[in-house]
Nanobody, 122 residues
Framework: QVPLVEPGGGSVQAGGSLRLSCVGS????????VGWFRQIPGKEREGVAN???????TYADSVKGRFTISRDNGNDILSLQMNSLKPEDTAMYYC????????????????WGQGTQVNVSS
């Protein structure tokens, strides 16, 4: 597999939407557990959403009902649709993978993308 790459990100006003994508890593095509994390400077990285090989998704409470994770195994794309964005969603977002595991079983991931910045202004 190749490193995880996250095109997308950017700046938006509160209430707006952004879509992040993680493409060409090989982990999504391989049907492994994949997910999204975010990190604010000075704070620990936190899990946002993950999705297993069967398409079952888990979300952090802070994003439930606003974010949707999806995977396109054939095209090797992992996406995160973010709606109703809030200033507190501002962070560096990372896609991640749990190679060799088809179930997610929590937030233990071992492969990370380089991150993409999301800024939400009030």
């Amino acid at each position: 597999q190749v490193p995880l790459v996250e095109p997308g990100g950017g700046s938006v006003q509160a209430g707006g939407s952004l879509r992040l994508s993680c493409v060409g890593s090989g982990y999504t095509r391989s049907a492994y557990c994949v997910g999204w994390f975010r990190q604010i400077p000075g704070k620990e990285r936190e899990g946002v959403a993950n999705i297993d090989s069967a398409g079952r998704a888990t979300y952090a409470d802070s994003v439930k009902g606003r974010f949707t994770i999806s995977r396109d195994n054939g095209n090797d794309i992992l996406s995160l649709q973010m709606n109703s964005l809030k200033p507190e969603d501002t962070a560096m977002y990372y896609c991640a993978a749990r190679p060799l595991y088809y179930l997610c079983d929590g937030w233990t991931f071992t492969k990370w993308g380089q991150g993409t910045q999301v800024n939400v202004s009030s």
